[in-house]
Nanobody, 117 residues
Framework: QVQLVESGGGLVQPGGSLRLSCAASRSINSFYAMGWYRQAPGKQREMVATITRGGGTNIADSVKGRFTISRDNGQNTVYLQMNGLKPEDTAMYYC???????????WGRGTQVTVSS
């Protein structure tokens, strides 16, 4: 029984910024990795950014230089700072937590990000 609750989504103008939060129901150090994924209408879900228990990060090429993933272990929360938002960033953003081993993944319900003028 793992709960991941995303927040911080909304409607923003192109070039704006948004900070997403993913609050976990247990210590985020109990997961091997956590990350953010997104899915736009008519498209496959794609990885945006991940951060491992050891602190290593992976950022998708499409958002590199604009998005940053970080964590606050004391708050059991992972963040996604999004700057320089573009209309193509519009999507439902989901938080994922991975335990050790293949198939041991947990997903949040998602938070909508819409970038439009």
């Amino acid at each position: 029984q793992v709960q991941l609750v995303e927040s911080g989504g909304g409607l923003v103008q192109p070039g704006g910024s948004l900070r997403l939060s993913c609050a976990a129901s247990r210590s985020i150090n109990s997961f091997y990795a956590m990350g953010w994924y997104r899915q736009a209408p008519g498209k496959q879900r794609e990885m945006v950014a991940t951060i491992t228990r050891g602190g290593g990060t992976n950022i998708a090429d499409s958002v590199k230089g604009r998005f940053t993933i970080s964590r606050d272990n004391g708050q059991n929360t992972v963040y996604l700072q999004m700057n320089g938002l573009k209309p193509e960033d519009t999507a439902m953003y989901y938080c994922r937590a991975d335990g050790l081993g293949i198939g041991n993944a947990y997903w949040g319900r998602g938070t909508q990000v819409t970038v439009s003028s």
